[in-house]
């Protein structure tokens, strides 16, 4: 074949050379060319199937000489290493489905593998890498196996040697198998040398600094710990000491360490962190602090990266490998981390190691919710892993923790001790040590002698008032060295003067007292409370430039506000406050957040039982002041803040962190990200947040969207839009205070040099408690006086707001991809096509002025399709919403399940993997909180319904696919039915399997339930059988369930258990007893087809049925006689679903639609729902019947909005069916569009507005539009070879027949004198006719019977050129009809763009097989030969055509549907789902053929782009039309 490619070239370079006349030569140097295209795509063909079968081949042998032998010899190691065990799994699995490809591959049919050669290379060449990255993953696994296998053989070598001399026949048989495994091992390694060496990354993965870089920060914390001084806190450090050092057979696995706040826990485990790590003892540790949330979230990974940084070699090759397997670990479940990251790598630990500490510190101060998940995996894995592991847990005593610590299975694994019942004197013996070591370094500026300062009476004095608290202690230190006060004589005889002992709650009194004492300014002490409330507060901590930004009022400078927090405040707080800075210059004030000492403070000041009322803090008010500091501090953004340009992405541009950090100041991207959650806790009924609200509805909506997409938070902004329309949703309005930040009458003076001066003369923005209670009287007064007037504007302006904020969440949801990838695109892509009938584009619509325009096709309002998703990569086969309805899952042909947040369709956690073959059906438990998946891989899997991660191991018991399960209503038993013909029950709590299969059936069990009592089991059947079963014993009830002649497909119980109802294959419904399984009454026939899915309402009185013979039926369920035939899709019924209040039904059909029906008279509501391109498979109602999910085999699930608005419509459709083509007139001022309904339709290119009435034709579908240039004549062609014409100017709506072809018509063209129109036809015909009689001029002409494509005439009418489907080009005489020269096999195989330039010297058409179809073909029009490779050439034609008259260009969105510049591969614009596909370029109008025929006008975004990115409209068309070689 080589030299046959040789030769050819050899040919065509010779008689490219040779001196041949000129209308000879192209037709014989095509010859070689077109004979070396054949024997390529031939060899393609043929490398593809050699391809393909050798993969087989390779897989067949790994698996029969590798694999088996492989996983016999290994099974220690696998039970050693679960993560190697589990890689095999999935190694066979992914063989499974290689093999199915290949097959399905091999056996297509020659055509379709010629057609399809190099997509059919690309696809081979994935298998290929999907195997090698199989046997990657197992080659590393088995690396790790043996080197677990060597090092235990290198350790136990004497003792192997011993045991062999001295051990029984059979142990000396054990120990030479243990010789056999390790010569398997070295002969497998052998084997794997040969394979491809582990590539750069694998190695890399091994690296600890690697690993840290993909687990992230792995710092515990402790380093901000101070440890106990030397010497002190001995008695509880030798308790855990002794328990560490217990013997594994008696010791507790866990320690617990209790004790009030400031006792000194943190202390103990910063000692013990330390004492470990220099014994080497310490594998990993955690502080959690109550106010670093986000960063205790990441608590395991930490952990786990530590744990990577031990010593245990083993160890660190199993983290390495669950990341390898996991990459996007750091975003998986906790118990997925866990398990991966933690459980499974120190399971390998044997028990010959040495101890190794874990220590969770304060774990009372983590989110209760993530805490409680960690004790309960601790508690779970206690009794399972190795006995040297040792968990060290410190907590409040009080914590809501407690009932998970003294709760099976943790209590039976736990030792605790309360530092409460530690002996008091030596508690006082420390706490002395303590004030002896750090007090002269914390006086020694004040002091003359502070080594022995303040001596051993007063020193013990301190003691006693201590009373066994550390904290009171550091604290106490505090306040004695303060460095405002720079006296510790006199704040000693403060601390001693009282006669009784001053408890933690005094102690911080008196720091309150001596920072803001009695006789200080109103003013100043509400100062004091608002800045301790909002540091109180904030979702995260905080640093002085945020703080004084948010409360800093618009009148006053926001320097000297600063200042004045920072002297007359924060210095006076450092005993309870770390303030990281006490500088003066703006780096300061952005150092560092602030932070409190210690967690008692906040429970002091928020508790009126023990914090002076003065100091009281109402986290509730703080919420308020912080809700209006973020509100007002929003007002800063603005359209574009940070100066980028329209066509970026944000992933595009380099220097985006340092734009960000120069536009939006800390404050500004704290108000964007926290402002919701503020919002949600503040008191409902606010008066000043509902105005403030309003006010950022009206105004700063789009511009706190942008912001979030710089940050790159948009994925959280339904969430917070959800957190908003939730808190304005308040039934009545009740007056609020005005809160302290929102008066003018704040501090006006420059800063003063001592505090006294800040407390006596200064005039504070935050009012006293008295100022605001005459605020309030007078505020009340006003309302009182207007109340029936300031009711009614308060809820209209509340119900304004509510509007915007309900579009604003629609319009996320709608366009979360383009807000998502681009900040700016929020205003250029996303506002253009939100609904223009909505309170959002009608206030907001003015920022897209310079964006895309929709000239008609823009919906007015938004779609019952709250949300799409498509994570899934193939075939959706079940979908549910859990009854809590926050959670939609849904299982895949993919092999996974996915978690949907309800809300914003936003994926929870990532892919559930673990099935090996398709997910078939599921269940949510009645909880809300765990997920039942059945598969085609025989197994049942438990799912934790709340992050995914899987529970247990796989529930085996079937031999064949899993066709259904249920769950009982108490959420104890889990019922299965399979194509074994057998139903299984299992334990929901372990998911062990109850007694034995249930055998019965004759035929695949297609569908089981559950009674509401959980006593019975219902099953139905391919063996045309239902039976009924106890669930308790299995034994079988009743008689067996006779009747239908054909398999069941379907049933459902009626809600009040009476009876049962059962639809077949046979046509028909039946019904039955519920106890005894008798029939009642007859048949209930109707169906003309299979019955494929039924409900019974929940009043049990009405039957609604779907078949394949597309019509549901209602009948009545007691009677059986139908009520009514429902009729409106076109495909079969796939799914039914009926509202908990019985009042609608949802319909799911194969023709890709969802439809509403009324349930008592079976009436449609509404249209159908559209949306999904595949079946719709699956449906499931949310529990308060408002919404429903649908999924599909187009790979997504949707959530629709169930309640109907007669005026939420979509663009209205300009035809009843498809677009099938369009035509646009010579002076490019009217589009006509064709459709299969059979009607024209006549548009204006600049409005977008329809002209005239509907042209109606006699035909069939049309195929193809021909305007005449004087724009009164339209001709039209059909499929069923009918041509047509329309007087535009006689108006008359039916087309008269002009003529007729054999077959359909494919194509036409108008002769420049207006008279005579070229038809061509699949019949391989040309045919001229005489426009005004219709006759036809002269005979038809043929070339051959291929079907001619494409035609076009010359600007004189002398010649015409044809195109045929086997890409041969012809020229023909307009007078004769006799062909003009040679017949040449170079044109193209289908255009829509094909004409004459209009000099006539020319022939272009745009090329559909180049990329996008973005390259044209030029054939000079006398030879017909293909000039394109000549640029010159090129170039002119392009200088004489009017590219956007005769060459329509398409614009070709990259996946995501993102419209990019050819040439630059710069970013345009981003279109809508519905707006992809065929688009055609007029000017500067896009028009989309497509069922709205959307008119897009593109002229204004065009100009706002950079000079640099296009220079004009014109520049765009022509890179349209050009790749980047000619352009």
């Not at 002269?440 to 003359?448: I, N």
């Not at 006693?464 to 604290?475: H, I, N, R, V, Y």
């Not at 609904?835 to 309002?861: C, M, W």
């Not at 002649?1045 to 639809?1063: L, Q």
Request: glycine letters at 8%; aromatic letters at 6%.
């Amino acid at each position: 074949m080589e030299g046959a490619k040789q030769g050819l070239q050899i040919l065509s370079t010779g008689l490219n050379a040779a001196p041949i006349p000129e209308p000879f030569k192209s037709a014989v140097t095509a010859i070689p060319d077109i004979a070396l295209q054949i024997i390529t795509i031939v060899a393609a063909v043929k490398g593809n199937v050699e391809d393909a079968v050798g993969l087989a081949v390779y897989i067949a042998n790994v698996t029969k000489t590798t694999m088996r032998p492989f996983e016999d010899k290994l099974r220690g190691s696998l039970d050693k290493s679960p993560t190697m065990k589990m890689r095999i799994v999935e190694f066979r699995g992914v063989l499974e489905l290689v093999k199915e490809e290949i097959t399905s591959l091999t056996s297509r049919r020659l055509r379709d593998r010629i057609f399809n050669y190099e997509r059919d290379a690309l696809k081979i060449g994935a298998m290929k890498k999907r195997v090698d990255d199989a046997i990657g993953l197992v080659q590393l696994e088995t690396i790790v196996a043996m080197g677990y296998e060597v090092d235990l053989l290198s350790q136990g070598q004497e003792r192997i040697l011993e045991q062999q001399r001295l051990a029984s026949q059979e142990q000396r048989a054990a120990a030479q198998r243990q010789e056999e495994n390790q010569k398997f091992l070295i002969q497998q390694q052998s084997l794997l040398s040969q394979q491809p060496s582990m590539s750069t990354q694998e190695k890399e993965d091994a690296d600890i600094g690697f690993l840290i870089r993909r687990l992230g920060d792995g710092d515990s914390g402790a380093a901000k710990k101070q440890p106990c001084l030397d010497g002190t806190r001995e008695p509880v450090l030798e308790r855990i000491a002794r328990w560490i050092e217990q013997p594994k057979n008696i010791s507790k696995r866990c320690f617990l360490l209790v004790g009030p706040a400031g006792s000194g826990k943190s202390a103990v485990a910063s000692t013990l962190a330390h004492q470990g790590k220099e014994s080497g003892r310490l594998g990993a540790g955690f502080f959690f602090r109550r106010d670093e949330q986000e960063r205790n979230k990441r608590a395991i990974l930490v952990i786990a990266c530590q744990l990577a940084s031990w010593g245990d070699q083993r160890v660190r090759w199993e983290i390495a490998s669950a990341m390898r397997g996991e990459p996007d670990m750091a975003q998986r479940a906790p118990e997925i981390q866990f398990q991966k990251l933690i459980q499974e790598p120190l399971q390998i630990l044997d028990s010959t190691s040495q101890p190794l500490i874990i220590i969770l510190d304060a774990l009372d101060e983590c989110n209760y919710q993530f805490a409680s998940s960690l004790l309960r995996l601790v508690g779970k894995w206690l009794a399972t892993y190795p006995a040297q592991i040792k968990i060290f847990i410190t907590s409040r005593g009080e914590s809501h923790l407690q009932r998970f610590y003294y709760s099976e299975p943790m209590n039976s694994q736990l030792q605790s001790y309360s530092l409460a019942d530690e002996n008091k004197q030596s508690v006082e013996k420390d706490i002395g040590a303590y004030f002896r070591e750090t007090l002269p370094e914390l006086v020694g500026q004040w002091v003359a002698e502070p080594s022995n300062w303040p001596g051993d009476e007063r020193r013990k004095a301190l003691v006693e008032k201590a009373q066994g608290l550390f904290l009171w202690a550091t604290t106490a230190g505090g306040i004695l060295g303060d460095p405002n006060v720079r006296d510790p004589e006199k704040q000693l005889e403060r601390l001693l003067a009282s006669d009784r002992d001053i408890h933690l709650d005094e102690l911080y009194a008196g720091i309150l007292d001596r920072a803001c004492p009695q006789t200080v300014d109103a003013d100043l002490l509400a100062l004091f409370r608002t800045v301790l409330g909002t540091l109180l507060v904030a979702r995260i901590p905080i640093n002085t430039h945020i703080l004084a930004s948010l409360l800093c009022p618009e009148d006053l400078p926001y320097q000297a506000f600063a200042e004045r927090i920072r002297v007359a405040v924060l210095a006076y707080l450092q005993a309870v406050l770390i303030v990281p800075t006490i500088n003066t210059s703006d780096a300061a004030l952005d150092a560092g957040p602030i932070r409190f000492v210690h967690t008692s403070f906040i429970d002091y000041v928020t508790d009126k039982s023990r914090c002076d009322p003065r100091f009281l803090l109402d986290p509730d008010e703080e919420h308020e002041k912080m809700t209006i500091g973020c509100l007002r501090r929003i007002q800063d953004l603005r359209r574009n803040i940070c100066d980028l340009q329209p066509s970026s992405l944000n992933s595009e541009i380099l220097d985006l962190k340092q734009r960000i950090q120069a536009h939006m100041p800390p404050v500004s991207q704290y108000a964007c990200t926290q402002v919701a959650a503020h919002v949600s806790a503040t008191p409902r009924g606010s008066v000043v947040v509902h105005g403030l609200l309003e006010d950022f509805a009206q105004t700063k909506l789009l511009h706190w969207l942008e912001g979030l997409s710089l940050l790159g938070r948009t994925q959280e902004a339904v969430g917070m839009i959800v957190l908003m329309e939730s808190w304005l949703k308040t039934p009545s309005l009740s007056p609020s205070l005005l809160p302290p930040t929102h008066s003018r009458e704040f501090l006006r003076r420059q800063p003063s040099s001592s505090h006294s001066e800040h407390a006596s003369s200064a005039s504070m923005a935050v009012q006293s408690p008295s100022r605001r209670k005459r605020l309030a009287k007078g505020v009340l007064r006003i309302i009182r006086s207007r109340s029936s007037t300031h009711t009614s504007i308060a809820s209209d302006a509340r119900t304004r707001t509510l509007a915007l904020l309900y579009d604003l969440r629609r319009f996320v949801m709608e366009f979360r991809n383009p807000i998502t990838e681009s900040s700016l695109h929020v205003y250029y892509s996303a506002l253009p096509f939100a609904p223009s009938n909505t309170a959002l584009s009608r206030i907001y619509g003015h920022f897209a002025e310079d964006g895309v325009k929709v000239l008609r096709g823009r919906p007015t309002q938004w779609s019952q399709t709250l949300w799409t998703a498509s994570k899934h990569s193939d075939q959706i086969r079940c979908v549910a919403i859990s009854p809590d309805r926050k959670t939609v899952v849904s299982g895949s042909q993919d092999r996974t399940l996915h978690l949907w947040d309800v809300t914003t369709g936003a994926p929870v956690g990532q892919a559930m993997k673990r099935h090996v073959g398709a997910v078939i059906c599921l269940a949510v438990f009645p909880d809300s909180r765990t997920i039942v998946s059945g598969s085609q891989d025989r197994t049942l899997r438990l799912w934790d319904a709340t992050t995914g991660a899987p529970i247990g191991e796989a529930m085996r018991g079937h031999s064949s696919q899993v066709n259904c399960v249920a769950v009982s209503l108490d959420g104890k038993i889990i019922v299965s039915g399979s194509t074994d013909n057998t139903l299984c029950r299992w334990d929901a709590a372990t998911g062990a399997p109850i007694g034995d299969a249930l055998v019965g059936h004759e035929g695949t069990v297609n569908c089981v339930a559950v009674s509401h009592d959980s006593r019975t089991i219902v099953s139905a059947s391919d063996d045309c059988t239902l039976r009924q079963w106890d669930a308790t014993t299995g034994a079988t009830i009743g008689d067996v369930m006779e009747g239908h002649d054909g398999a069941i497909n379907c049933f459902a119980v009626y809600p009040d258990e009476r009876m049962i109802v059962s639809g077949s294959d046979d046509h028909t419904l039946r019904r039955w007893h519920n106890n005894t399984g008798r029939p009642v009454g007859k048949a209930l026939i109707g169906h003309t087809n299979f019955v494929s899915c039924l409900v019974v309402s929940p009043d049990s009185k009405t039957i609604v049925s779907g078949s394949y013979d597309h019509t549901l039926r209602l009948w009545d369920a007691i009677t059986g006689a139908t009520i009514r035939e429902m009729r409106g899709h076109t495909q079969t019924i796939r799914c039914l679903a009926v509202s908990c209040d019985g009042r609608t039904i949802v319909s799911g059909s194969g023709d890709h639609t969802l439809r509403q029906w009324e349930a008592t008279t079976g009436t449609a509501i509404g249209k159908a729902l559209t949306g999904h391109e595949g079946t719709v498979s699956c449906l499931a109602m949310s529990p308060d019947g408002k919404s429903v999910v649908s999924g599909s085999y187009d790979y997504t699930i949707r959530l629709w909005d169930t309640i109907v608005d007669s005026a939420v419509e979509e663009a209205t459709k300009v035809h009843d069916g498809t677009v099938t083509c369009l035509a646009v007139s010579s002076d490019r001022k009217t589009i006509v569009s064709g459709s299969n309904d059979c009607t024209l339709r006549r548009w204006d290119i600049e409005t977008g507005a329809p002209i005239g009435k509907t042209l109606t034709g006699q035909g069939g579908v049309f195929n193809c539009l021909a305007i005449a240039r004087d724009g009164r004549t339209i001709v039209s062609g059909s499929r069923d070879g009918v041509l047509l014409q329309w007087d535009v100017v006689s108006g008359a709506s039916i087309g008269r027949v002009l003529g007729r072809h054999a077959e359909a018509i494919t194509c036409l063209a108008v002769f420049p004198d207006q008279k005579t129109i070229a038809s061509g036809s699949e019949d391989g015909s040309l045919r001229l006719w005489n426009v005004t009689s219709g006759a036809p001029v002269g005979k038809a002409m043929r070339g051959d019977s291929v079907p001619v494509l494409c035609i076009a005439v010359s600007p004189d009418g002398e010649h015409i050129v044809s195109g045929s489907e086997n890409r041969t080009l012809r020229r023909w005489r307009s007078a004769t009809g006799a062909l003009d020269g040679e017949t040449l096999d170079s044109g193209p195989v289908k255009s829509k763009t094909f004409d004459f330039s209009p000099d006539g010297g020319f022939i272009v058409s745009q090329n559909p097989s180049a990329s996008g179809g973005k390259m044209i073909d030029v054939w000079d029009a006398v030879s017909l030969r293909n000039v394109s490779y000549q640029r010159d050439a090129v170039m002119d034609v392009v200088k004489d055509v009017d590219a956007n008259t005769i060459l329509p260009c398409t614009f070709v969105p990259i996946e995501n549907g993102w419209v990019l510049q050819p040439k630059t591969r710069k970013t345009m614009f981003w279109l809508p789902p519905g707006l992809r596909g065929e688009m055609v370029l007029q000017g500067d109008v896009i028009v989309v053929r497509n069922p709205t025929l959307p008119f897009i006008n593109i002229s204004s975004y065009v100009s706002s782009l950079a000079p640099t990115e296009v220079q004009s409209l014109a520049d765009v068309s022509l890179r349209m039309l050009f790749p980047p070689d000619i352009s």
